[in-house]
């Protein structure tokens, strides 16, 4: 008799257009226009980029009577990103670019190479190991920890592993070759001077 009765029912529902078993409709977020703030000019030759890898081992004692099985963590986060290398050729001008006589030489002093801010990739990086005392366990239980200081942290070595690496020679060399390959078609030979 029931499943008489919600036949009856599914059937007048389905006929008044109503149909439980269809999904719901998908929220559609309506076409707003996007605004073009600013355009900048640019004169930077972002010539070689680093990809790094760190592993972040964060400890904090908790408190300090208590042993860290109670109040310690531990936790080891893997960090990945990027940082671009550039040379700012905005300052090719003057004394830091002559054309001889004959105009079949350049002479050219290159700034020097910059390096750019590291780019963490937030998608690729995560904790893959985390120890917690019991009371740290129970208080994260009531709150969400914050992973934020685990990024400042990534940011910060890998801004170091970029400046210790062989990075600002890589972009050095790649612009000169980049100039001497624009000069070559016009029969411009480039000479950097240091």
Known sequence: MIALVLLLGLLAANYFGVNPFR??????????????????????????VGNFEVIIDAQENGI????????????????KGTVNAYVD?????????QLSEDGKKASIRLPAAQLDKPNLNVKDSYIYDQRRGVGKAISDAFSTPDQSKFFEMAETRIASAAEESELRDRATEN????????????????VFVE
């Open 23 to 48: 999904p719901a409709a998908e929220a559609q977020e309506p076409e707003r226009p996007s605004l073009l703030v600013s355009i900048q000019d640019m004169s930077q030759y972002h010539a070689a």
């Open 64 to 79: 300090s009577w208590l042993p860290d099985f109670v109040s310690g963590e531990r936790t080891l986060f893997l960090a």
């Open 89 to 97: 050729l905005g300052g090719l001008t003057g004394e830091n670019y």
């Open 175 to 190: 612009t000169k070759a980049m100039i001497t390959g624009m000069l070559k078609p016009s029969g411009v030979e480039a």
